[in-house]
């Protein structure tokens, strides 16, 4: 995933072997404030209809060792109790 200074919010780009989603640099931006947990919408795709876009942040597992929560987000039930 990339981000661009200017442009729609997401875009994607595919070949036969690679898919990339393409977001504006604001959408980049407020996707990583705590607060968002994904970035969601449809595009039109001509012809074919449209396709769903669903990309969301990798949360840190609570049941697994910190070497197996790397480059994760933290988890925001972390230290929460039922």
Same mark, same amino acid.
């Given at each position: 995933?990339?981000?661009?200074?200017? #442009?729609? =919010?997401?875009?994607?780009?595919?070949?036969?072997?690679?898919?990339?989603?393409? !977001?504006? @640099?604001?959408? +980049?931006?407020?996707?990583?404030?705590?607060?968002?947990?994904?970035?969601?919408?449809?595009?039109?795709? #001509?012809? =074919?209809?449209?396709?769903?876009?669903?990309?969301?942040?990798?949360?840190?597992? !609570?049941? @697994?060792?910190? +070497?197996?929560?790397?480059?994760?987000?933290?988890?925001?039930?972390?230290?929460?109790?039922?």
């Amino acid at each position: 995933m990339s981000s661009v200074e200017q #442009g729609p =919010a997401v875009q994607v780009q595919y070949t036969t072997r690679t898919i990339a989603v393409i !977001l504006s @640099r604001q959408q +980049a931006l407020d996707w990583s404030s705590e607060n968002e947990v994904g970035v969601y919408t449809t595009l039109d795709i #001509g012809s =074919a209809g449209t396709l769903e876009v669903v990309v969301e942040k990798d949360f840190a597992c !609570l049941d @697994r060792s910190e +070497a197996d929560n790397t480059d994760t987000f933290a988890n925001p039930l972390d230290g929460a109790t039922c």
